[in-house]
């Protein structure tokens, strides 16, 4: 009985937690980048960039050192002015306001925390600048630092935290001030893999319990993948794709965001035929490969073919003039654990790079069979 009653009347600590959830989804942002240019000198960081970030989206800015990311990250923030070009909160123009009233919580690549100041201190500080009274601050950074499974090491200093509990400070520091956007710039870079990985997950919860506006940046595909709602894929200050996770990994709009996103296997050609429901594609070497049909692809027109190296099958058989199948001798190997990958060249002069789980026994100039299935494989536009 007693258990029935906890569950129709929730203890108060429950009921505060959801009250401070609800507080963070209110204040949460709708973001809007319109035609945004950035120059520095004779330098163009960023060119025309438009980008449309819901309320509460988890908005992953992919790509690249010096594709632009961070200089988007620090219009938002107010570091720098758009050279043209509009940022909006909730549909009001943001240009111009000063960066401390612009009611964003950011985490920096390095975490910027203040080594002199307890992880107490250290997260109360955006609270110290806006005059915050003492018992709202105490409860506030209480409640912060409960979000990140800190509470216990409130009176620590920074020097005394792992690298991943300075993270989550920085992230507690960002958050206590109910921000209206949350911009991350490469947190977990500075991590081992393992942390990473542990990290990613308590952003992800911290996101889907706070269904907070978050702007992150970094060049890790994975990371983007993973978290994101939302994915804009950046090169040279230009968004060459925005989409879903999903559909960034399965539907890459050219070679660059495919290569970006793990398809490391190109092949030029020409779509020769239509056969049932795929092209005939013939590459520059004069081999002929079927292909799932893309509509908006035309016979005869000049193409790219890419497929990811784990979509490569190595075949026990190979029969003779069957179509998808290669046959070629092993150049490299690279064995990481889970997986080894092999660089094939192909009798037809193409190299082809494979992915196979775990330790396969194919040593160098051995010869192997290729089998690339017309569904694995995506045909772009050349170019």
């Given at each position: 009985m007693s258990q029935v009653m906890e569950e129709v009347n929730p203890a108060p600590a429950d009921k505060k937690a959801e009250a401070e959830k609800k507080i963070m989804k209110q204040a949460s942002a709708k973001v809007e980048l319109r035609n945004l240019v950035k120059k520095f000198g004779k330098t163009t960081a960023i060119r025309d960039v438009n980008l449309d970030i819901d309320s509460g989206e988890f908005m992953t800015l992919l790509g690249p050192s010096g594709c632009g990311k961070t200089t988007?990250?620090?219009?938002?923030?107010?570091?720098?002015?758009?050279?043209?070009?509009?940022?909006?909160?909730?549909?009001?123009?943001?240009?111009?306001?000063?960066?401390?009233?612009?009611?964003?919580?950011?985490?920096?690549?390095?975490?910027?925390?203040?080594?002199?100041?307890?992880?107490?201190?250290?997260?109360?500080?955006?609270?110290?600048?806006?005059?915050?009274?003492?018992?709202?601050?105490?409860?506030?950074?209480?409640?912060?630092?409960?979000?990140?499974?800190?509470?216990?090491?409130?009176?620590?200093?920074?020097?005394?935290?792992?690298?991943?509990?300075?993270?989550?400070?920085?992230?507690?520091?960002?958050?206590?001030?109910?921000?209206?956007?949350?911009?991350?710039d490469e947190p977990l870079s500075n991590l081992d893999a393992k942390l990473r990985k542990d990290m990613r997950i308590q952003l992800k919860r911290l996101h889907d319990e706070l269904n907070i506006t978050t702007i992150y940046v970094t060049h890790d595909q994975e990371e983007a993948l993973s978290l994101s709602t939302k994915v804009a894929v950046m090169s040279r200050g230009?968004?060459?794709?925005?989409?879903?996770?999903?559909?960034?990994?399965?539907?890459?709009?050219?070679?660059?965001?495919?290569?970006?996103?793990?398809?490391?296997?190109?092949?030029?050609?020409?779509?020769?035929?239509?056969?049932?429901?795929?092209?005939?594609?013939?590459?520059?070497?004069?081999?002929?490969?079927?292909?799932?049909?893309?509509?908006?692809?035309?016979?005869?027109?000049?193409?790219?073919?890419?497929?990811?190296?784990?979509?490569?099958?190595?075949?026990?058989?190979?029969?003779?003039?069957?179509?998808?199948?290669?046959?070629?001798?092993?150049?490299?190997?690279?064995?990481?654990?889970?997986?080894?990958s092999y660089e094939v060249l192909t009798t037809q002069g193409e190299i082809i790079r494979i992915n196979v789980l775990g330790l396969e026994p194919y040593p160098l100039n051995t010869d192997i069979k290729l089998y690339l299935n017309p569904a694995s494989i995506l045909i772009l536009n050349k170019g």
């Open positions: 988007i990250l620090s219009m938002i923030l107010g570091i720098h002015d758009p050279t043209s070009g509009g940022i909006l909160f909730n549909g009001e123009v943001i240009n111009g306001i000063p960066m401390n009233k612009r009611d964003i919580g950011m985490v920096f690549q390095n975490y910027a925390l203040f080594p002199h100041m307890t992880v107490a201190q250290n997260v109360a500080f955006g609270l110290d600048m806006r005059k915050t009274s003492k018992q709202e601050k105490q409860k506030r950074v209480a409640k912060a630092l409960e979000m990140v499974q800190l509470a216990e090491f409130s009176k620590r200093f920074p020097k005394e935290l792992s690298g991943g509990q300075q993270q989550r400070v920085a992230l507690a520091r960002a958050l206590v001030i109910r921000p209206k956007v949350l911009l991350l230009i968004v060459q794709q925005i989409g879903t996770p999903r559909e960034i990994f399965m539907n890459p709009r050219n070679k660059f965001v495919a290569n970006f996103i793990g398809y490391s296997n190109f092949l030029e050609g020409k779509v020769e035929a239509e056969q049932g429901e795929h092209f005939v594609f013939r590459s520059e070497h004069g081999y002929p490969l079927l292909v799932k049909k893309n509509p908006d692809i035309k016979i005869g027109q000049e193409v790219l073919l890419t497929i990811k190296p784990e979509n490569v099958k190595v075949a026990g058989e190979l029969i003779k003039d069957s179509i998808n199948y290669m046959s070629g001798r092993v150049l490299t190997s690279d064995y990481v654990g889970s997986t080894t």
